[in-house]
Every structure is written in C-alpha cells, then in structure tokens.
C-alpha cells in the first residue's frame, strides 16, 4: 500500500516542508510523481537484487540492506529506521523507540526456530505468516516496509526449498491480513492462509 495511506502527522520529519511529499533524492516535490518514480525505480532494484541477494543473516541488518538497496537512489534515509510515529487507519504501528529491541527479539525467536527450515509447506507458511505479521506491526521504516519484508520472507523460504506466489494476493487481501495481525490481541489466521495458498515447492 502506498505510503500516501498513511495517516498524516503534523511534525513528520520525512515530509517536505509544507506538503504531503516524502522528502527524496529526485526534486520531486509531487506526491504522484514521486510514486511513479518510486514504483520504476525500486522495480529495477528488485531485479539486481534478485541477481544479487542481501546477505541472508535474518537480522535487523539484513532487512535495513534490503530497504536501501531498493530505495537508496530514491530516499536519503534508505536503510535506517524511522524516528516518527506512523500509523495507518487510525491505529499506531509500534513507537519507534521500541523498534530495535522489538524487532531483535523476533528475529532471536526465529533463529530459535532454526529459520523454518525442515518444516512441510503448510507448516512453514503458518510460521511465516506469524513472522511476517510480527514485522509489518513493527513497520521499521517509513516508507517500503511490505516490498522489503516480501524480498526477506522470499529468501527465507529459499532455505527450505519454498517460494511464494506474491503475484497471486491481492494488495487488499494483504492489507486486511496484516490489520488482523496488528491488533491488540493479534489474529494471523487470514495472513496464515494467504501464505499456505500461494507456497510452492521449489
């Protein structure tokens, strides 16, 4: 989902002074423009990074290599993770003070699991699920955080032989599953089953 749907924040540093246009390494000072450049540019990085993927460590530092490879000639804060609020129908993503030790327990909690590997299909795609819902609650960046968890949630199943069909889900599909997710008492059962109806075998 573009990051226009976010809600709005009065004091967001990442906005242009007096406009709704993230601030970029383009000029561009038109929120369209900058999707349009946005959506090309990325789509190229994808393509590079399918040649050359980031180092698969499933930390915090492999995603943020994820989100500058694919942003960094777009935005100058590429990599890093937000220092604002954000939230998307009314309902915050994590307090960005909280995010590195967050996201550092997740991904301990992962390697705990031995990254998923040696689980059948529907197993793997359930515990993917959970852990790709823990991530988009943490929502570390502030723009580009579901086409960087895709690329990490894609080399993660790799491990185990898997891939997921992401052409198949439907950007609303996706979007209601992660609301599901990120409510106070977090439900992954839709983001379970989008997963295990879209994982083939490798």
């Known amino acids: 989902m573009a990051y226009e749907n976010y809600d709005l924040q009065e004091s967001d540093p990442y906005l242009i002074a007096g406009s709704t246009c993230l601030l970029n390494s383009l000029g561009i000072m038109d929120t369209q423009l900058l999707n349009e450049a946005e959506k090309e540019i990325s789509a190229a990085a994808y393509a590079e990074l399918i040649l050359s993927p980031a180092s698969p460590t499933f930390n915090l530092a492999h995603l943020c290599e994820i989100h500058h490879r694919l942003f960094g000639d777009i935005y100058p804060w590429a990599g890093n993770i937000r220092t604002t609020e954000i939230a998307k129908g009314d309902k915050l993503f994590l307090p960005y003070q909280l995010i590195l030790v967050t996201i550092e327990a997740v991904f301990d909690q992962l390697h705990q699991e031995a990254l998923l590997r040696g689980l059948p299909p529907d197993q793997f795609a359930q515990r993917a699920a959970y852990y790709l819902g823990r991530i988009n609650a943490i929502h570390p960046f502030r723009e580009g955080n579901g086409r960087t968890q895709r690329i990490m949630l894609d080399q993660l199943a790799?491990?185990?032989?898997?891939?997921?069909?992401?052409?198949?889900?439907?950007?609303?599909?996706?979007?209601?599953?992660?609301?599901?997710?990120?409510?106070?008492?977090?439900?992954?059962?839709?983001l379970e089953r989008l997963l295990q109806l879209h994982v083939i075998e490798l």
């Open 158 to 190: 790799e491990l185990s032989g898997y891939g997921f069909q992401w052409s198949a889900v439907s950007g609303e599909q996706m979007a209601v599953a992660c609301r599901q997710a990120r409510i106070d008492h977090p439900d992954y059962s839709a």
